[in-house]
């Protein structure tokens, strides 16, 4: 399987480390891609053009994220996504949180990247705001982290990530104690630590 990827996307990481945790990696021909410039390959396999991209070995290719992880997660018989059930809807759920965080993230960075004079400080706020109250809410509901690994916890541990590597100025730790402790742990995981992208 051909995984179209980048290496500080946070999606990509979800899915890198879900290939690890069910130790698929090695079936994984990592082909690094800037979904930006890229004219040949991605675009005909991802009408969106995004990272990340899975090719199946027969052609097929999965997007986005959620179900690239679904599907190695079946293929491997794993457990990340729990069965049907109270457990399966708070792995989704936590997952959708956090990738919905991420959304806001990266819609804010592009935004303040973009020349002076054509920012919105209304959507930087916007985007801004949405990621406060998704903090808010993992550190409200912290024991939905707790237990078995799943692809919640992987999602929610892998924007924590992105947020040091972007937005280490927003202190996301202050005044979220619980969640800061939680990270620690899942920082820990050897998931976590290969996957880790290179210093900006
Ligand atoms: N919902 C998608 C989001 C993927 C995404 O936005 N990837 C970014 C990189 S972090 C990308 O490829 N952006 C290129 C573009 O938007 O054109 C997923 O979960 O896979």
Do not use: H
């Not at 027969?58 to 986005?64: C, I, M, N, V, Y």
């Amino acid at each position: 399987m051909k995984l179209y990827y980048s290496l500080a996307s946070p999606y990509v990481r979800k899915v890198r480390m879900t290939a690890l945790e069910l130790g698929l990696d090695d079936r994984l021909e990592l082909v690094l891609t800037d979904a930006w410039t890229v004219t040949e390959g991605l675009p005909q396999d991802n009408p969106l053009c995004k990272v990340p991209t899975l090719v199946l070995d027969d052609g097929t290719p999965l997007f986005d994220s959620p179900v690239i992880c679904e599907y190695l997660n079946s293929l491997a018989g794993g457990t990340l996504f729990p069965p049907d059930g109270p457990d399966r809807w708070t792995a989704l759920r936590l997952q959708a949180l956090a990738d919905g965080l991420c959304d806001a993230a990266i819609a804010r960075r592009l935004e303040t990247l973009r020349p002076e004079s054509l920012r919105s400080a209304t959507w930087i706020a916007r985007q801004q705001a949405a990621m406060v109250r998704a903090l808010d809410a993992l550190e409200g509901r912290i024991e939905e982290l707790s237990g078995a690994v799943t692809i919640g916890t992987l999602a929610v541990a892998t924007v924590l990530g992105y947020l040091d590597l972007r937005f280490a100025e927003d202190q996301w730790r202050v005044g979220r104690p619980r969640l800061a402790a939680w990270f620690v742990e899942a920082g820990r995981r050897p998931s976590f630590e290969v996957t880790r992208p290179p210093a900006p």
